[in-house]
C-alpha cells in the first residue's frame, strides 16, 4: 500500500484506504464487474448508477468520517458508499443507508452483508421521507442524489457539530455545522447525479 495509500501530506489518506478494502465490483451487476476499474459510473438497474470513483472519493474527502461517527447515508444504491462509510466510522460507529427502490434495497444489503460489517445497514425509505428520522441526529450525512435545493428534513437530521455533503443544483455542497448549531455552506464543483426522489 504505502505510497498509494498517503496524501502529499505523508498521512495515510483514509478513503483510499477503504477504496482498497472495499472493492467496487462486489458492488456491481455481474455484467458490469469487468468495469469495475472505469473511472465512470455503472449502471446497476432502475434507473441508478453506482458512482463514478473519483466524484465518491471527492465526496467521502468533505465529508470527513471519523472513527466511531453516526452516518446516514441517504441513496445508498449497491451499497457501496454504505459499506465505504462503515469501513471509515469501524465498529465503534454506526451507518443507515437508505434507498427508495426495494429490489436495490434487496441487492445493497446482499452486498454489504459480504464486507462483514454489521455496524451499517440499509433500510428501505419511507414514502415522502427523506433520510431517517427515527435514529437522527447523525454526525455525517451524505447524500448520493441532486436535490433542487438544500432540503431541511435532512438538516433537521444533522447533529451540532456535523457534515453534509449532497449535490444541489448540479453543485456539490458542503454544509458544517458547529457545536452552537450555526450552519456553514460552501460549493465544490459542479457535479451531475440522478434527482433526489421522495416517492418509491
Known sequence: MGQTLRCLTGRVDRVLYAFSAIPREGFLPPEERDFAGFDEPLPIGHGQTNSQPRTVADMLRLLEVAPGDKVLDVGSGSG????????????EGSVVGVELEPTLVRFGRRNLAATDQPWARIE?????????????AYDRILVSAEAEALPKELMDQLASPGRMVIPVAGLMMLVERNATGTARLSSHGWYRFVPLRRKP
Do not use: N, Q, S, Y
Open 124 to 136: 428501505k425509505a419511507k414514502r415522502d421521507v427523506l433520510g431517517w428520522p427515527p435514529e437522527a
Open 80 to 91: 457501496w458508499t454504505t459499506a465505504l462509510l462503515a469501513h471509515l466510522t469501524g465498529p
